[in-house]
């Protein structure tokens, strides 16, 4: 079994910043690629970024810019450090690994930008 925990949701204030963390316990083996997406209620769970196992990174369109997605090999932590944040940045954010083409989930941290 493969267990991804979240961390680092809340709420923040327009313009504000907030760091995530995702770390992965368990049956490891290789993590290859490692992301973060979210989830309005009502909608689908979108991209926000991937990391791929040697660095190379993609990011949403809607979050270029202000969103830096890393990753710690040694710890199999992903981090998301969100900047600027805006209202419609609000959602549910969840971890995201793959292994030998087998994704795992976390269960979500909520993020809410609100004044």
């Known amino acids: 079994q493969v267990q991804l925990v979240e961390s680092g949701g809340g709420l923040v204030q327009p313009g504000g910043s907030l760091g995530l963390s995702c770390a992965a316990s368990g049956s490891l083996l290789v993590i290859n690629t490692m992301g973060w997406y979210r989830q309005v209620s009502g909608k689908e769970r979108e991209l926000v970024a991937t990391?791929?196992?040697?660095?190379?990174?993609n990011y949403a369109d809607s979050v270029k810019g202000r969103f830096s997605i890393s990753r710690d090999n040694a710890k199999n932590t992903v981090y998301l450090q969100m900047n600027s944040l805006k209202f419609e940045d609000t959602a549910v954010y969840y971890c995201n690994a793959e292994m030998w083409g087998v994704p795992y989930w976390g269960k979500g941290t909520l993020v809410t930008i609100s004044s």
């Open positions: 990391i791929a196992r040697r660095g190379s990174v």
